[in-house]
């Protein structure tokens, strides 16, 4: 299984990438690399360029601005994993990223390959949905920001024009002692979920749910937030109850179906696991006034 | 019996292993060798109306595209068949080197592409354009029966291949006067071996001589050596065939496959040297495949569970050819009966084909499905009879005042199947408590108030080992002293050459890591069958001990004289012979020399020249080794989702040459065991392609998914061998599927499930809960 | 085109011009003949090609050779020392039978070089987590994390890192 030949491009700068980008036919962006090379391996995908990424200076890296967390798109997901930074700010990041994958494909897998693959199982694309992430975008027309929703196009296919290419992406904060809890099924260690959820929480003086994101991954062709949970939630104390009536929203998803799982299966397992991360995101929120 | 036999020796094996020089066949360097690579059918069923391989001709790189009608001048015959010992297989049985016009399995190779690389190989591949007319095609065992399914291949009228029974005792009275019977329909469902390295061969056209020096990753090589020269019209003398190191062998190792046979083609066609090692879709593709059985099966037990009869038909999946005798469902039929008393038995058996790829054997061979439905059998009686899992087991094994116990079955050849030695209760009973299984139901219960579901499965199984007729073994000494080993069984990985090592130092007082061992050349010995069935302890080991023993006695012989001691007075210690008591020596080597001859020199007296000797240790009956599994598992009811938390196997495999060995194989066969229950499925759709083909949809178990395995050992030493020595390599295998199957069903019994097939996926599993629920349980 | 590739790799410099589309493992074993990384599955999983890229583990099959222009690897040749002592994690691997057919036991060695330098005292759970990217058929896995925790051990009392 060798990858068909393919002419190879090293540009050092964004401007340089998305020049070629203009002039190449039936090009590839090469960022961690462990979603392109095995479908150039099994011969999926025949690209007459190839157009790495990985000398770009600039592309990875943390940064604040105001309440944004801004992470560079080259950034490996490994480095997200571990990052003081990002877990002081969005702790539900590290948390799910020791379930993407293996150490080998953290290590060169990056947050903007993984957003541009638009898997619907992966993790990180689940996330950047559940934070309503900005996806900001460089082309030949210039800069440009989309948020998460918009940049899902459909199935795998990300709202990019020609040309274009992801450069950050950018998280709004939830405030310090917030409940988040990301829980998926997956057949072993590492793999796809077939169904993922990612809850954050935030409560307010009186106990009850100020604020909930939820989002479910691995179900639909692309990752869903689940508004109508999100709604039930809002004002409400928090409790097994509760959880189990939010849950029930997954009943109306419009679930995959693949070797790992029929719709009907999906949309229970969607349910058992948004229950399990909203326990967990329960558990996990610190009173405001225990936060200093 | 010695300071080495029955020791934990480390592995002469590992060094070359660990620092990355082990010579796997993609490793052998081959200047000049051309790399191939197949096309291969996307259909289930066609005809090929047209192959232009105009266009990948004219790539770079590209010596040659051929098909069957350019490789056949070259061949004896245009068809890989063989004569059949069974007789069983009709010549509609085998395949093509390439095909012959008609395709029956998705991955069937069609033409064979030489190029300069494997890349540009695959490059051509994709360019040569076949014209197909897809033909009706059927892949669903049951359906394949029916009298308007589609036929396999055009040329057979039915897609019944065999049928015969398996008959002893009066089962129609058994079944009249039983107090009990039960029926169950057991399907499973076929996996693959997935050796970590897949298969391979290098064909080397010498220039200096004209001959073929030919290294693959293989489990046998002089079957195989004689397959090559017939089929391809060669004479044996030009031929060498020798296994490369292997990275795991299974099963699907054992057999000369098509592409095989069109690389030695094209080799010969060309004049040039050819290599083809195989991916991983390959190997999903082409390397045999099984498990694939339905039984349905009926039970006869009287008031107490004792079983009177056992009756049922096992419908086998052989796929779309067979790359050798079918010896598969003969193997799970007669192993049925595992170790309990089956005083009356009757087994239809049916093989049919439909268009998947070919059946052989993978670790196990058979007898895992037949374990598999036994155990189930039992376990059903006994939620029946509402008896404890365990205590019905105890009514039926076979108990040891009984052994040896002469099965009312007869072999092939009219031998009776005799079961040599083992005390299956006392195995059962000693997991039994090594596993807490008497209390086990207070923690199911205790677990069950905080809303867990843990459940306890049992299952035993035998398996006949070190089956003959026999295997090469020579061992040799040098002048230089170096010992060598040389013998026709295969390595691939169960640290065989240690064995042997371990066995000839014990004999010649030398150090295992200092004897040389060669398995799998045919250049060497000329003789050999191989590895499968578990038996290269028993039959190599016994055969290179033989051989030892007389290059022990020719060593004694002469040493006497030189040294002039008794014999009697003499003992091996470092590499040389001693006079006990005293340090008057003469070293082995110095022993080979004078073994050699000097011309013009006296010979020594009454001692045939040569320090070395050969043996062929010839065995019939099996040595049957005997298990017993426990596993402990948590379900989520929510996903379906089985934890393996624990697992235990106590096993009788004779005596152990070397117990840590002995242990990788049963804790590797466990593994696999385990996997075939609850992550492997070959999945296909109703057309017959191939729905499961890469690692992410064709799931094997990593660390994570497994626990440590807790191994037990009985030792009753076979009297079959000299070795006193059972096989191990499947052992491990064949329980473990009904172990688990069986815990999951007690972890699930608030549901009232009912699990009867393998594997059984998280889906599935999810069902059967709700159904349960659905019917107000749990 | 061919692209030039100057990279280290187990201490040795090389300087070559290879297709654009060779894989790293294949680089390693046929251009430069370390045929210790091995090739099982191509697509990813099985993990018998991992090698380390800068200390950190990758699996050669999904990197081309022309990425790694520029970088250290490290392969499984690269663990002995020059005078053939084993390594620690070698030696418990033989010890602890940790190895059969060898064939994954290249990528397993490399995956624990880069986990017991990160964590040094491994729970089981975590160091059989660590392992899940490496697959083997032959050990059940048994062999494999004994030996690991033995030589974890061994190189806490040792002071020393893989």
């Known amino acids: ?292 | 019996m010695s300071a080495v036999i029955g020791q934990p020796v480390l592995r002469i094996e590992d060094r070359a292993l660990l620092t990355g020089k082990g010579r796997y066949i993609d490793d052998i360097p081959l200047d000049g060798a051309l790399h191939a690579a197949f096309v291969r059918s996307a259909h289930p069923h066609a005809l090929i109306k047209r192959l232009d391989a105009g266009a990948a001709r004219s790539v770079a790189g590209v010596h040659a595209v051929l098909t069957l009608d350019d490789i056949a001048p070259v061949m004896a015959r245009r068809r890989m068949t063989r004569v059949a010992r069974t007789g069983k297989p009709k010549d509609s049985m085998w395949p093509f080197a390439l095909s012959d016009g008609e395709v029956a399995f998705v991955g069937e190779p069609v033409a064979i592409v030489l190029a300069d690389s494997r890349y540009i190989a695959e490059d051509a591949a994709a360019l040569v354009a076949v014209d197909y007319e897809p033909l009706p095609s059927i892949a669903d065992l049951r359906k394949c029966l029916e009298p308007d399914a589609p036929k396999v291949r055009r040329e057979l009228a039915s897609n019944v291949i065999a049928t015969y029974k398996v008959e002893y005792g009066d089962v129609e009275a058994a079944f009249r006067a039983a107090a009990h019977v039960f029926r169950e329909a057991i399907p499973q469902h076929r996996g693959g071996a997935h050796p970590i390295e897949g298969r391979g061969i290098l064909v080397e056209n010498r220039r200096s001589d004209g001959r073929f020096n030919i290294w693959m990753s293989t489990q046998k090589v002089h079957d195989t050596h004689q397959l090559f020269c017939e089929l391809l019209d060669l004479d044996e003398n030009d031929v060498r065939v020798v296994a490369a190191d292997v990275g795991g062998g299974f099963g699907p190792k054992l057999l000369v496959y098509p592409e095989d046979i069109a690389v030695l083609a094209a080799a010969k066609l060309t004049g040039r040297s050819v290599k083809w090692i195989e991916d991983r879709r390959e190997h999903f593709l082409g390397a045999v495949q099984e498990r694939d059985q339905i039984w349905d099966m009926e039970i006869a037990v009287d008031k107490e569970g004792r079983i009177q009869a056992l009756r049922g038909k096992l419908l086998h999946d052989q796929g779309a050819y067979a790359l050798q005798d079918i010896n598969l469902p003969y193997n799970s039929a007669t192993s049925v009966a595992g170790p309990y008393i089956v005083p009356a038995l009757f087994m239809e058996v049916v093989i049919a084909q439909t268009n998947k790829g070919p059946v052989s054997s993978v670790r196990g061979a058979g007898y895992p499905q037949a374990a598999f439905a036994m155990e189930r059998l039992m376990d059903l009686v006994a939620t029946k009879l509402g008896l404890d899992r365990a205590e019905l087991r105890r009514r039926n094994l076979i108990p040891p005042e009984k052994m040896p116990y002469e099965k009312p079955l007869k072999a092939r050849s009219g031998e009776p199947i005799l079961y040599d030695s083992g005390d299956y209760p006392a195995c059962q009973a000693q997991v039994l408590a090594a596993a807490g299984w008497e209390d086990f139901p207070a923690r199911q219960q205790a677990a069950l108030q905080d809303g867990r579901y843990i459940g306890i499965g049992l299952a035993n199984a035998v398996k006949g080992t070190g089956r003959g007729p026999f295997e090469s073994g020579l061992v040799r000494v040098a002048a230089s002293g170096r010992v060598s080993v040389f013998t026709g069984a295969a390595a691939m990985g169960q640290g065989l050459a240690t064995a042997l090592a371990q066995i000839t130092a014990d004999q010649l007082g030398v150090k295992p890591e200092d004897v040389t061992v060669v398995a799998g050349d045919t250049a060497t010995v000329p003789l050999g069958l191989g590895g499968f069935a578990s038996r290269q302890l028993i039959t190599a080991g016994s055969s290179v001990l033989l051989a030892g023993q007389a290059v022990a006695a020719k060593a004694r012989k002469l040493a006497s004289a030189m040294l002039e001691a008794a014999e009697a007075d003499l003992e091996f210690v470092g590499g040389a012979v001693r006079v006990v008591g005293t340090d008057r020596t003469v070293g082995l080597g110095d022993l080979a020399r004078a073994l050699r001859g000097a011309p013009g020199y006296a010979f020594p007296e009454g001692i045939e020249p040569g320090l070395e000797a050969s043996a062929a240790f010839r065995t019939d009956p099996l040595a049957y080794s005997n298990t017993s599994h426990v596993a402990e598992v948590e379900v989520d009811i929510l996903t379906g989702q089985v934890r393996v938390v624990r697992y235990l196997a106590i096993q009788d495999v004779g005596r152990r040459v070397n117990p840590l060995i002995v242990d990788g194989q049963v804790q590797g066969g466990i593994v696999h065991g385990i996997s075939n229950a609850l992550f492997e499925r070959m999945g296909y759709d109703e057309a017959g392609q191939p729905t499961t083909t890469t690692f992410a949809d064709y799931l094997l178990p990593s660390a994570a998914e497994v626990p440590m395995l807790e191994t037990l050992y009985r030792e009753s030493p076979s009297p079959l061998n000299p070795l006193g020595a059972k096989g191990v390599g499947e052992v491990g295998t064949i329980p473990a599927a009904p172990a688990v199957i069986s815990a999951v069903e007690d972890a699930l019994k608030p549901f009232g499930v009912r699990i009867s097939e393998t594997p059984i996926l998280p889906e599935r599993l999810f069902a059967l809960i709700q159904q349960g629920r659905r019917a107000g349980r749990g | 085109m061919r692209r030039r590739v100057r990279l280290t790799v187990n201490g040795a410099a090389h300087d070559r011009e290879v297709e654009p589309r060779l894989t790293l493992a294949d680089f390693l074993r046929h251009e430069l003949g370390l045929t210790g990384t091995h090739l099982g599955c191509e697509h990813g999983v099985c993990g018998a090609c991992t090698v380390l890229v800068d200390g950190h583990t990758a699996r050669g099959c999904l990197m081309l050779a022309v990425q790694a222009d520029g970088t250290e690897i490290r392969t499984v040749e690269g663990l002995a020392a020059r005078d053939g002592t084993l390594h620690v994690l070698q030696q418990s691997f033989h010890e602890h039978h940790g190895l059969q057919c060898g064939f994954c036991t290249p990528g397993m060695l490399m995956t624990l070089v880069e986990f017991l330098t990160e964590t040094p005292d491994p729970s089981e759970v975590e160091l059989r987590e660590a392992l899940s990217g490496n697959l083997c058929r032959c050990t059940g896995y048994h062999g494999i994390v004994k030996a690991a925790l033995d030589a974890a051990a061994k190189l806490r009392k040792m002071g020393a890192r893989p």
């Open chain 1, 1 to 292: 299984m060798k990858p068909p030949p393919f002419d190879y491009h090293r540009p050092e700068s964004v401007t340089a990438a998305i020049a070629l980008l203009g002039r190449l036919e039936n090009a590839k962006l090469l960022a961690g690399g462990q979603s392109l090379m095995p479908m150039l391996n099994l011969r999926y995908l025949y690209p007459d360029h190839v157009v790495d990424l990985n000398r770009i200076p600039d592309l990875a890296g943390f940064s604040f601005a105001g309440e944004r967390l801004r992470i560079g798109a080259m950034t490996r997901q490994r480095a997200i994993e571990v990052s003081p930074e990002v877990a002081r700010v969005a702790p539900i990041f590290p948390e799910a990223l020791k379930l993407v994958g293996h150490r080998q494909t953290r290590n060169r897998g990056t947050i903007g390959g993984s957003l541009c693959h638009l898997d619907p199982a992966a993790e990180l694309p689940t996330l950047a949905l559940l934070y309503d992430a900005e996806i900001k975008i460089a082309g030949p027309a210039g800069l440009r920001s989309v948020s998460m929703r918009d940049f899902m196009a459909g199935y795998m296919t990300p709202a990019l024009k020609a040309g274009e290419l992801v450069i950050a992406v950018s998280l709004p904060f939830w405030p310090a002692g917030h409940g988040w809890g990301f829980v998926e099924f997956a057949r072993r260690h590492g793999d796809f979920a077939i169904a993922s959820a990612g809850v954050l929480l935030e409560k307010g003086g009186d106990g009850r749910i100020k604020r909930a994101a939820v989002a479910v991954g691995g179900v639909e062709p692309v990752p869903v937030r689940l508004t109508a949970a999100e709604t039930m939630l809002v004002g409400e104390p928090p409790g097994e109850g509760l959880f189990a009536r939010v849950a029930a929203c997954c009943a109306n998803l419009d679930a995959l179906e693949d070797v790992h799982g029929g719709a009907d299966y999906r949309r229970s397992v969607a349910g058992a696991m948004v229950m399990r991360a909203l326990a967990a995101a329960d558990a996990r929120i610190k009173a405001p006034e225990a936060v200093r």
